[in-house]
Structures are given as structure tokens and as C-alpha cells.
């Protein structure tokens, strides 16, 4: 089975993903936010940056989801947002896979599966990167194991999976300069999007004809 992106709401229903970029539960959020065209914000585990409570109340962001568990993101983080949303597993590779979840119920196709190592960042941000670009889904394994990846998906009872793509270099598993302009890009072109939505929604009210 194969979700039509033209069923996609993130203008109409604007959004905003929240992960703690220290954190190997961050990819599973990249990868939600590039393919709904959602803004990627950032926080610590245990504060919420100034920056990141002011842009989610600045432009009125009425649903956040916070992508990572507790370790990652702390409850007492999560209650400074309202209407947010966790999503989240026992192991960074169970939150992309409760990611994926929710991708597709938001309409994200699910035929196509792109897999990476939780272990590296760069394979994940790259992974997720090319998923938004066709329109797929990001699980996370051990190792980049596709066959544990299309496992889990199965497990979801989505429907067939087509193509399955494995992400896995042959570099370093750290965190390099690459990663963070990946997520920075991500994250200005959410933010973008979203303030375009909101422009043209505010256009549309104020020439719609008045009503008695």
C-alpha cells in the first residue's frame, strides 16, 4: 500500500518537532520533520531553551511532538509545552520505528523504507534527508540491519513494502559538523514553511467575504 502525499496537512495543520540533538533519539526526529515539512527545534534534556519556547509561542505552534523518551527528553521539559505529544520507545531504534508510526498515519508513504544505524548520526541525518526528499519512511537498526528494519515495520501492519534502502558508510560513527548543518538547514526550512502557511492563512481570512 502507498499513501498519497497529497494527503499531507502540515500547512493547513502546522506543527513542530522537539528532540534533544545530544541524543540518538534526534534522527527518528529529523526524519519526521523534513517529511512533513514541520520546523526541527532543539532542547537539552533537562532545560528548554529560551529560543525554543519563544519560537514555538512566537508563531503560535498549536501541536508539538516531542521525539525521544524521558532520558532524552525529561518529563519536566515536555510540561513546559502545551498540546505535545511524545513519541518514543525503549531504544532509539524502538522511537524511529514509533516515528515511522506516526509518519504514516500523517500520510507519509510508507512503500519505500530507508535504514540506518542509530549508532551513526551522519548515516541517520542522511537517511532521513533522502526519505523527505521521495516521500518514505526512517527506521533505525542495529547496524543499518534491513531485515531487522522491514521486521519492525511489518510489525505495524502498514501495508507492503516495495524498496528498502540501506544507509550505512564506511567513516567514523561520531557526530561531525556535517550533522548539525543538516539538522540547522532542516529545521530554517520547517520554519519557513510554516511561516508561509501562516502568512497565506492570514491572507485568506482577512479577504474572505463577511458573513451575516
Known amino acids: 500500500g502507498k499513501s498519497d502525499l497529497g494527503d499531507l496537512s502540515s500547512l493547513e495543520n502546522p506543527a513542530a518537532v522537539v528532540v534533544n540533538p545530544a541524543s540518538s533519539d534526534a534522527a527518528a526526529g529529523v ?41 532524552s527528553i525529561s518529563d519536566a521539559v515536555a510540561s513546559q509545552f502545551t498540546g505535545a505529544t511524545r513519541v518514543s520507545g525503549a531504544s532509539p531504534s524502538a522511537t524511529s520505528v514509533a516515528v515511522a508510526q506516526l509518519a504514516a498515519q500523517l500520510f507519509v508513504p510508507y512503500n519505500v523504507l530507508y535504514v540506518a544505524d542509530p549508532g551513526r548520526p551522519l548515516d541517520a541525518a542522511i537517511a532521513a534527508s533522502s526519505a523527505a526528499r521521495v516521500g518514505a519512511l526512517v527506521v533505525l537498526a542495529p547496524g543499518a540491519s534491513t531485515s531487522q528494519a522491514q521486521a519492525d515495520v511489518d510489525s505495524l501492519h502498514l501495508g507492503a513494502i516495495d524498496e528498502v534502502v540501506q544507509v550505512r558508510s564506511t567513516s567514523s560513527s561520531k557526530a561531525n559538523v556535517t550533522v548539525i548543518v543538516i539538522f540547522v538547514v532542516l529545521g530554517v526550512i520547517g520554519v519557513l514553511l510554516l511561516l508561509a502557511a501562516l502568512t497565506m492563512r492570514k491572507r485568506a481570512v482577512e479577504a474572505a467575504p463577511a458573513t451575516e
Not at 526524519?31 to 529560551?50: F, I
Open 31 to 71: 526524519a519526521l520533520a523534513a517529511a512533513m515539512g514541520y520546523p526541527l527545534l532543539y532542547t537539552d534534556a533537562n532545560s528548554l531553551p529560551a529560543a525554543t519556547s519563544g519560537a514555538v509561542h512566537s508563531l503560535d505552534i498549536p501541536k508539538v511532538y516531542l521525539v525521544g523518551s524521558s532520558t
